[in-house]
């Protein structure tokens, strides 16, 4: 397992941050972040809270403009884009796992599942996969949060992305949906997926391919 923050450049690379910078007011969020995230790859960001970390996941996911610096997911930069098109990236291109599952309260979980685009064929596959097979046709209030957050996972990874950015997935879980919620991980990644994700869980971290530690926006390694 490599601890570096160094850009990898290659066909291969999925994500590439180049000298990314934010600020609030006087604050420094974020301050020349550079990494990069090849397919096959699971990198891990760690630091203390207030770090910066979730802020970087919103600025590679597009949703939060940096105030300098370059992100390309697969060659493209999402912030040279129009809203309409740099909405149809994330779509096609990136799945997010919030630390809450953010489900819609109407809808059972293989609707909320297809709420990420995909087949049906490919979300009847991932609840199998991620244990929630008798849970198909529940409405969110009727499930673990460790349920909701397997649907909340498998609605980030039914469009088959080229990236998963997960900001703490197993925080606050059970070891039962702490164990599928990896398995589901390692699985995506080895089938050609990549990950960026956010975590404190020192299982998460043990399978990455390379941890980054982001303290007071500068990343260390």
Known sequence: MRNEGTVISGEKTVLTVQDF??????????????LSVEVGEIVVLCGSSGAGKSTLLYMVAGLLP????????????????????????????????????????????????????????????LIEELGLGDRRSHVPKKL????????????????????????????????????????GLKKYVSDGGAALVVTHDPQVIKMADRVLTLEKGILQG
């Open 21 to 34: 910078s934010k600020s609030f007011g006087e604050v420094v969020a974020l301050d020349k972040i550079s």
């Open 66 to 125: 940096p105030d300098s610096g370059i992100v390309e997911l697969a060659g493209i930069d999402p912030y040279g884009l129009s809203s309409s098109e740099r909405t149809l990236l994330r779509g096609r291109g990136i799945g997010m796992v919030f630390q809450d599952a953010r489900l819609l309260s109407y809808l059972d979980i293989e609707a909320n599942i297809l709420a990420g685009g995909g087949s049906p064929d490919r979300a009847r596959e």
């Open 144 to 183: 673990s949060a460790g349920e909701q957050q397997r649907v909340g996972l498998a609605r980030a990874l039914v469009a088959n992305p080229k990236l998963l950015l997960a900001d703490e997935p197993t925080g606050n879980l059970d070891q039962g949906s702490t164990d599928l919620v990896l398995a």
